[in-house]
């Protein structure tokens, strides 16, 4: 009996093996600092599909219990499913009732566990994520990958802004930054990435995370500009180009 | 109808140089602080020196998610160890569980590359070199990592290592002061940092004695 499994092979794009993945749907860059009082993150709200831009109202940037923010890029239907565990992990957090919670440090090395394990199974979790937080006035901001690389900084990014956010924030990051400077500085770094990343798209929302507690912000636009003498009259001294 | 491939590697290289010199009664252990991956740079302030034990202490460079789980398998086996045995583990001891806890994963390997260093029973500077899959020998000095092959040479020609075909064997401790050691190890770096992209930024040296241990922290070109 011929198995259908080979007849379908053109059909299926990986066979039965429930393991290597190619990424679906995709969220870009995610940017987070350290200020004065605590952490910003920042994020935009676009769900790419390949080369479309298929979903513009994703959240990518979410709470994680009473003192941590995690915010992610790469595959969407997997930080989905990393939500549905961080859920989990901290309802039983909360069920010991014991007055104890779970702070930003220690879930930043639960999701590294988590993405280290699902890459040792060869079957990862395609994404990057950043985790920031506040307990007990410490700050803490961290980052892990898809295979489980990780690591704590005073300013972290995936994706692309690894390469076009993490220059500026070495050159102009500071530990005693305002809120209001902050989000200029995150504003800076996201108005860079949109000019320059073509996954980009120009709806954004900024999250904050203080002792105090999480806000995230309302979706907002940035300011673009495009008047540059270049693009005005882009044929002069070549005409007949495009 | 051929085997389809993974179209990612469960493998990274982050970068950075670890190396070990021992001496007759101290033992010096250090490694840049670069974290990498392809040509970026992650962060410039990551330890990749871990305390295994009261008298042992390891750098790892290669492919950090693996050192950390490597460091973490022997940080809780030692624990064990203490709660079994009421002692820390010697030097050699950790090498030799070292050695088997890589060779354990030999058909999806750590891949960590690792300097291990610390005194023996005796109080000499012992240090311990090994390869991915637990491949190891005790030597005078060593050292790993994206640097090590601009290191090496330099160590071979500073250090005079005895050779290895001798008869009696001569041992590679060096009778170097563990101030001219220090000063030498910084030497090292401020080199490998010219040279290799992924070496530099600072350098963390972990100095082993009968006294304790001290660290020292020097800075390294950032570019």
């Known amino acids: 009996m011929v198995s259908s499994q080979n007849e379908n092979r053109l059909l299926s794009s ?9 990424p679906y749907v995709t969220g870009t860059s995610v940017i987070g600092i350290k200020y004065k009082d605590g952490i910003l993150m920042a994020a935009d709200m676009g ?20 003192h941590s923010l995690i915010g992610a890029s790469g595959e969407i239907s997997d930080f989905q499913e990393i939500l549905r565990y961080l859920d989990e992990l901290i309802l039983h957090d909360n069920m010991w009732d014991d007055g104890n919670s779970l702070g930003p440090k220690e879930v930043h090395n639960y999701l590294t566990r988590v993405m280290y394990n699902r890459r040792n199974k060869f079957d990862p979790l395609w994404n990057s994520l950043i985790l920031g937080g506040v ?108 | 109808m051929t085997k389809e491939h993974a179209n990612w590697s469960p493998y990274d290289n982050n970068g ?51 050192v950390k789980a ?59 070199t090994y390869d991915a899959v637990g491949s190891y020998e005790r030597v005078g000095y060593s050292a790993q990592g994206s640097g090590a092959t601009l290191i090496t040479p330099f160590l ?6 005895p050779s290895p075909l001798l008869l009696p064997a001569k041992d590679a401790v060096t009778p170097l002061s563990e101030a001219e050691a220090v000063d030498l190890v910084k030497t090292c770096f401020a080199s490998a940092t010219e040279r290799d992209i992924y070496t530099g930024d600072s350098v963390e040296i972990i100095i082993l004695n009968a006294k304790g241990v001290r660290s020292e922290t020097e800075q390294l070109r950032k570019d």
Request: aromatic share 12%; glycine share 8%.
């Open chain 1, 14 to 22: 990986e066979g039965d093996s429930q393991r290597t993945q190619y």
């Open chain 1, 47 to 66: 769900g790419s599909y390949g080369s479309t831009i298929r979903y513009k109202s994703v959240e990518r940037l979410k709470q994680v219990g009473k």
């Open chain 1, 135 to 242: 307990k007990n006035g410490k700050k803490y901001l961290g980052s892990v990958s898809m295979i489980g690389v990780h690591f704590e900084d005073d300013h972290v990014a995936t994706g692309f802004g690894n390469h076009l956010a993490r220059p500026i924030l070495r050159e102009e990051w500071r530990e005693d930054l305002t809120f209001e400077e902050g989000v200029k500085l995150l504003e800076k770094c996201m108005r860079n990435l949109l000019y320059r990343d073509r996954s980009a798209v120009n709806k954004l929302q900024i999250a904050k995370i203080t002792e105090e507690g999480l806000t995230i912000s309302q979706p907002y636009s940035l300011k673009t500009f495009w008047n540059f003498a270049a693009f005005q009259n882009p044929t002069v001294g070549a005409e007949g180009s495009w």
């Open chain 2, 16 to 66: 950075g140089t670890c190396v070990a010199i021992a001496g007759a009664d101290y033992c010096v252990i250090a490694a840049d602080t670069r974290m990498s991956t392809g040509y970026s740079i992650l962060t410039r302030d990551y330890s990749k020196i871990c305390k295994l034990a009261d008298k042992s202490y390891m750098a790892s460079s290669g492919f950090q998610a693996d």
């Open chain 2, 70 to 128: 490597l460091q973490k398998v022997l940080s809780s086996r030692h624990l064990i160890y203490q709660h079994q045995h009421n002692k820390q583990m010697s030097c050699p001891a950790m090498a030799q569980l070292l050695s088997n806890t890589l060779y354990y994963k030999r058909f999806f390997p750590y891949y960590a590359f690792n300097v291990l260093g610390g005194l023996d029973s005796e109080g000499k500077g012992c240090v311990f």
């Open chain 2, 156 to 161: 071979d020609n500073q250090l005079k290592s």
